[in-house]
Structure formats: C-alpha cells, structure tokens
C-alpha cells in the first residue's frame, strides 16, 4: 500500500545562500592559528592582509576547478546510454556534501514561465487517485499536462498515466517517496531525487528532466541532487486548485505563462473544469509545458 503523509502544497521561499564573501571569510577564519604569540600573530595578520584574501579566493577557485573536474570525470556515465543506476550508498552527514552544486551552477526554479504566448500550464501530482473520467476530460478537450508522479503510483496506474501521455503529457520527478526533502541529508536526498530517473525510463519511455519537491520544499542540497541526478529545471507554481477553487499567487485573472498544480484526487476533475474556464476566460490556453522547459 503506498503511503505518505499526504498535504496540499505550499509555495515555500528557499533560505538565502552564502555568498562568495561569507565563504572567504569563513576559509580564512578556519586557517587561523591556535598560537598567541604577538609576534607571530603580528606577522599573521601582515600576511593575512596582503596574502590571505587572495589565497582563500584561489582555495576557493580550486575547489570549484576540483569539482568540475570530478564531475567531467564522471560525464561519460551521465551521457552513456545506459545510465547508471540511481541509489547510491548513504553519505554521512559529516562529510563534505557531493551533491551541493558549486556556485554559479543552481538549476533554474520556475514557477512562471516568462512568455508572451497566450498559454497556461496544467500540472498535475502524486497519482494516487486515478478517475477514468479525467482522462476522458483531457482527451476530450485535448488537454496536455504535466505529471509529476511518485513511481509507486505511477506502476499502480500505468495504463491510466500512459493514456494521459497520448494526449502529449510527459511524466516527470517527484522524488522516490514524496519525503520532505529539507531534513534529509545529502545522499537521502540524491536517492530521493534519482529514484524516479531510471524507473520512469523504463516504465513510460523516457527519462524525466523537469522536478517538482514535495510541497515546494528544497535547499541547496536539493538543487545539486537535481543536477547530480541530470535534471534540468525545478518547477513550482504560480496557482493551485483545490475543492473547485483556483488559488492565484499575483493579483487578477490567469496570466500568460502561469503554471497550475492539481493534484490526482477526488476533486481533479473539479478543478480542471474550473481552471479550463479561467484560462478561456483569460484568453488563455493550456500548452505543454514541456516546450516551454524543454530538455535541452
Ligand atoms: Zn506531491
């Protein structure tokens, strides 16, 4: 029986990153000697003025030249044609974390896509349950969506997840078991996050390179999972829909290159209804979001 703590989604603001300057300091602060002696701490402090800024900023070149180094190492896995398989041992949490994108290399967080088009786009989560009358709906009014499913539903309710797929869906990343991603370490993350890579491959025909955290919630833990495990763009949210209500993050109607998260329960034909009639009523389409954020 597949389980997880079940809540609606919740857009969450990911806490502000060290910058360049807060790391340079904290590797100086780190070389600094335990000795006392005024001397020498003198001398420190006329080598820390005119050598030590410079040298923590090449400790900090070499060590993103290491990383791109490591990880150019490991591209012919990445890019083979069989990939290599997603879990990997856990990592102890004193450990330096391999999964944190160096710098300057985050993967793009999209909650709107910056379009002039006259489109919107459905997006659709979890799968656990699956009303035939949905993929009547979508099939009907011809509608392609993107899901974002946990791999133990999505084998559940494959032929349903497949027939939503020939109307142009694509199925994507919500992690392996739709854990919260924030209080795990580095190597549960990167199992989180890759799990569902390999499977859906195999399963639906191509590999996922969009991903959805449960409720919103990541860190910079997440995004290195996300570019660790070859996924592209993080996508959040702009609107919501629940119970037949359309919940929008600006003011006004439905905007061009509005993303909408539905989710696969009881009330999601409800809500396609209504988000269907706010996007014709905004003048507005539903379009693949795919081709939008395509797999580059
Ligand atoms: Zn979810």
Redo the contacts with the bound molecule.
């Keep these: 029986m597949f389980r997880f703590p079940?809540t609606r989604?919740r857009r969450v603001f990911k806490p502000a990153r060290p910058g360049l300057g807060e790391r340079v300091s904290a590797a100086v602060g780190r070389a600094r000697p335990a000795r006392r002696d005024s001397k020498v701490l003198a001398s420190r402090r006329d080598w820390r003025l005119w050598f030590g800024l410079p040298a923590a900023l090449v400790v900090v070149v070499a060590i993103v030249v290491a990383v791109i180094a490591v990880r150019s190492s490991s591209g012919s896995e990445s890019s083979s044609t069989q990939p290599s398989p997603a879990p990997t041992p856990p990592v102890p949490s004193s450990t330096p974390a391999p999964t944190t994108a160096p710098p300057g290399v985050a993967p793009p967080v999209v909650s709107k896509v910056p379009t002039t088009d006259p489109v919107v786009f459905f997006t659709i989560?979890?799968g656990l349950v699956r009303d035939p009358k949905v993929a009547d709906f979508l099939e009907r009014h011809k509608i392609p969506v993107t899901m974002?499913l946990?791999p133990e539903a999505a084998m559940e309710g494959e032929v349903f997840f497949e027939r939503i797929q020939k109307v142009g869906a694509s199925i994507q990343d919500?992690t392996q078991n739709?854990r919260s991603l924030t209080g795990l370490g580095p190597g549960a993350q990167q199992r989180e996050v890759c799990g569902p890579v390999d499977e859906f491959q195999q399963e639906f025909g191509r590999r996922p390179w969009l991903f959805?955290p449960?409720?919103g919630f990541y860190n910079a833990t997440t995004e290195g999972a996300v570019r660790v495990c070859g996924l592209r763009d993080i996508v959040l949210w702009t609107g919501a829909t629940n119970d037949g209500r359309l919940d929008l993050q600006h003011p006004g109607g439905l905007q061009a290159g509005d993303i909408i998260l539905m989710?696969f329960r009881p009330d999601l034909l409800e809500n396609l209804q209504v988000a269907l009639d706010a996007a014709r009523g905004a003048g507005l389409k539903p379009a693949p979001l795919e081709q939008y954020l395509p797999d580059r």
Excluded: G, I
């Design positions: 079940f989604h989560d979890d974002f946990v919500h739709h959805r449960p409720n989710h």
